[in-house]
């Protein structure tokens, strides 16, 4: 499921799992969804090319974002990619 608003105040706490939301008015500023880890934190990765690191997105039913997401927090290490609506996770992860 892939939703969209304006503001990153209006993503709901809970998304549906494989849930997305794309925030921005004019265009894409932001990706985010929870993490497929599944631990319970969530992800929120740039997307404005004017920032620096920024993801892509392409979507067509599914959804592919460049590049890899790697998420660190406390002991915990989440690598993956998401390409086709698939999470590929990376080896090194913990």
Do not use: Q
Request: net charge positive; glycine share 12%; charged share 25%.
């Amino acid at each position: 499921m892939i939703g969209e608003t304006d503001y990153a105040g209006d993503v709901p706490e809970r998304l549906p799992r494989n849930g997305v939301v794309l925030i921005g008015e004019d265009r894409l500023k932001w990706i985010v969804f929870d993490c497929p880890c599944r631990r319970g934190h969530r992800i929120m990765l740039n997307a404005d090319s004017a920032r620096r690191p920024y993801w892509t997105l392409k979507s067509g039913g599914t959804i592919t974002i460049s590049p890899s997401i790697d998420y660190v927090g406390g002991n915990r290490r989440c690598h993956y990619f998401v390409h086709d609506g698939r999470i590929e996770w990376v080896g090194d992860s913990l």
